[in-house]
């Protein structure tokens, strides 16, 4: 078991020295003149040769990559330029909102879309069934940002059951948190619920087709404990896997979450640094957002370890 998890360690390694030379390369992937971007139309060349000299342009690739590389490892993730404060001051300000949003909707989706997949596959064939399939296709078809919309409309300004936009941290209590993260969540959440309850179906469905839950049956053993104790145990891996891959919805739809609900997270700051073309704080941002799907899925791998032994072997 330690063997196998220092073997997913290490091979993290160079997937996070490949991610870190690709976000650093943004810089200089990014279409036309950084330096000339960032200066506006009404910059003269000098002041256009200033911001290339304080970004490094000018210097070889290789040399500003490993300074670089050399200020991330110290924790340096370099100074915003429209804002001049460190990139790790501005993300630490935005952090809390996102990992909140990121947390319940993990915890929403979860709750949620597994007991849905588990019915539709203990009532295939019937109308529960083609409901959840249907809801699941739904569920892909809809875009983000027109759920966010209908479900601000409906409980916010109509019903007002919900604040419509903004962010309570979680010290001011935890109802008002939630009441300001629980439409955020839901509508971030709803592709990622078709999902896993489409997986979790489909698993469910193979299962149960197999001879020891038609014993664990005829031996008389509750509806309950063959769903959710013989059946959910041996399905969980595809369930765990598609929630590892989900992480990465979660984090693109955050930046689409965040602007239709005004919350102050890194997703609205990776959106605000876009739109100024301030390369440090959206190489800070997506390194770290890199960092996090990286060790969800290394997480992911050593969940398998312990639903199913035999994958360490």
Do not use: C
């Amino acid at each position: 078991m330690f063997a196998f998890i220092v073997r997913r360690i290490i091979t993290t390694i160079p997937v996070m020295a490949f991610v870190a030379l690709f976000v650093f390369s943004l810089l200089y992937i990014a279409p036309g003149d950084p330096a000339a971007v960032i200066a506006g139309d009404q910059a003269s060349p000098a002041d256009v040769e200033k911001i290339r000299q304080s970004l490094g342009l000018d210097r070889p690739y290789l040399v500003r990559f490993g300074e670089w590389f050399f200020r991330v490892l110290q924790g340096d993730l370099g100074t915003s330029i429209f804002t001049s404060l460190p990139v790790t001051q501005l993300i630490g300000q935005r952090i809390e909102p996102t990992v909140s949003l990121m947390v319940l909707t993990l915890i929403l989706a979860v709750a949620i879309a597994v007991p849905l997949g588990v019915l539709a596959a203990w009532k295939a064939g019937t109308w529960i069934d083609r409901v959840v399939v249907a809801f699941a296709v739904f569920g892909f078809s809809v875009p983000v940002f027109v759920v966010g919309y209908l479900l601000a409309y409906t409980f916010a300004l109509k019903l007002d059951w919900v604040p419509v936009q903004g962010y309570t941290p979680l010290s001011q209590g935890v109802w008002p948190w939630f009441k300001n993260l629980i439409l955020p969540s839901i509508t971030l959440g709803f592709v990622y619920i078709a999902l896993i309850a489409r997986i979790t179906r489909a698993s469910m469905l193979d299962v149960l087709q197999q001879d020891y839950i038609r014993t664990a049956r005829s031996k008389g053993v509750a509806q309950n404990s063959i769903l959710f104790v013989h059946a959910l145990k041996n399905a969980a891996v595809p369930i765990i896997t598609i929630i590892g891959i989900g992480v990465a919805l979660l984090i693109g739809g955050a930046v689409v979450t965040e602007s239709v609900f005004a919350i102050p997270g890194l997703g609205r700051l990776t959106l605000d640094a876009i739109l100024r073309r301030d390369y440090p704080v959206i190489q800070g941002v997506v390194l770290i957002f890199s960092f996090v799907y990286v060790l969800v899925n290394l997480v992911i791998d050593l969940i398998y370890t312990l639903v199913d032994p035999r994958i360490r072997y």
